[in-house]
C-alpha cells in the first residue's frame, strides 16, 4: 500500500512539474496582434468662409474591407465642419497586405461644395525585431495604384464654403420720361411765362413813374 501511495506521489509531482515547464511555453505560444486606426480628416479651403454654429456641414465616412481583409471595429463615422475622427481598430494577427475602401460624403448645399470621394486604404503588417507587429497605413486613388504602391494620397478632405451675402437694396431709378416732364412742364407753358413778363414790365412802369412824380 505504501508502495503504491509513493508511485502516485512520484506521478503527482512530475505532472506538476510538467505543467511549470510549458506553461511559459504555452504563453509565449500566443500569435502576436497589432490593432490599427484609420485616420480620416475635413478641411475648408483657403477660400473658404468661416461657417456659422448654426450651419451644419456633416461629413460621413464609412470604411469597408476588401478581400476578406479583417473588419473593422467601428466601420462609420462623422465630422461636423472640420476636424478629425478614425475609424477602427482593425485587429491583425498575420504579416501581409489588407486592403479597405473607404468613401467620404457631404451633401451639396447652397453655400457648400459637395464630397462624394473613394479610396483605396492598404495597411501593411510586418515583423518587428521583437517579435511582434507593426503596420503602415497608406490611401490611394485606385486598387491599381494600392496594388503597385503608386501615387499615394492623404485621408484629409477638402470642402469649400461661402457665407451667404445680405442682399443689397437696388435704388428706385426715376424714370427718365418722367423726369424730362418735370423739366419741360413748366417751359411747355408760354400763357404762364406771359403773365409773369407783363406783371414784371406793369411793375417797372410803375416804379418810373413814381420817380418821375417825385421830381
Not at 3 to 22: D, E, P, Y
Not at 84 to 94: N, Q
Amino acid at each position: 500500500m505504501k508502495g503504491i501511495l509513493k508511485k502516485l506521489m512520484r506521478i503527482g509531482f512530475a505532472g506538476a512539474l510538467s505543467l511549470l515547464a510549458f506553461a511559459p511555453s504555452a504563453v509565449m505560444a500566443q500569435e502576436p496582434t497589432v490593432d490599427v486606426q484609420i485616420p480620416v480628416t475635413t478641411e475648408f479651403t483657403k477660400d473658404s468662409d468661416k461657417p456659422a454654429d448654426t450651419v451644419n456641414l456633416t461629413t460621413s465616412f464609412k470604411l469597408e474591407p476588401l478581400d476578406g481583409a479583417p473588419a473593422p471595429a467601428t466601420a462609420e463615422v462623422s465630422i461636423d465642419g472640420a476636424g478629425k475622427a478614425s475609424l477602427g481598430p482593425v485587429s491583425f494577427s498575420a504579416s501581409g497586405n489588407y486592403y479597405y475602401q473607404l468613401s467620404a460624403g457631404l451633401d451639396k448645399g447652397d453655400n457648400n461644395s459637395g464630397l462624394d470621394e473613394k479610396l483605396i486604404v492598404r495597411v501593411t503588417v510586418v515583423n518587428d525585431d521583437k517579435g511582434g507587429l507593426s503596420s503602415v497605413v497608406t490611401a490611394y486613388n485606385s486598387q491599381a495604384d494600392a496594388s503597385s504602391d503608386n501615387g499615394k494620397v492623404d485621408t484629409a478632405f477638402f470642402i469649400e464654403y461661402k457665407a451667404p451675402r445680405t442682399p443689397v437694396q437696388p435704388t428706385t431709378a426715376r424714370d427718365p420720361k418722367k423726369a424730362e416732364k418735370t423739366k419741360t412742364s413748366v417751359y411747355a407753358q408760354p400763357g404762364l411765362w406771359i403773365l409773369i413778363g407783363g406783371a414784371a414790365l406793369f411793375i417797372l412802369i410803375g416804379a418810373d413813374k413814381r420817380s418821375k412824380a417825385r421830381n
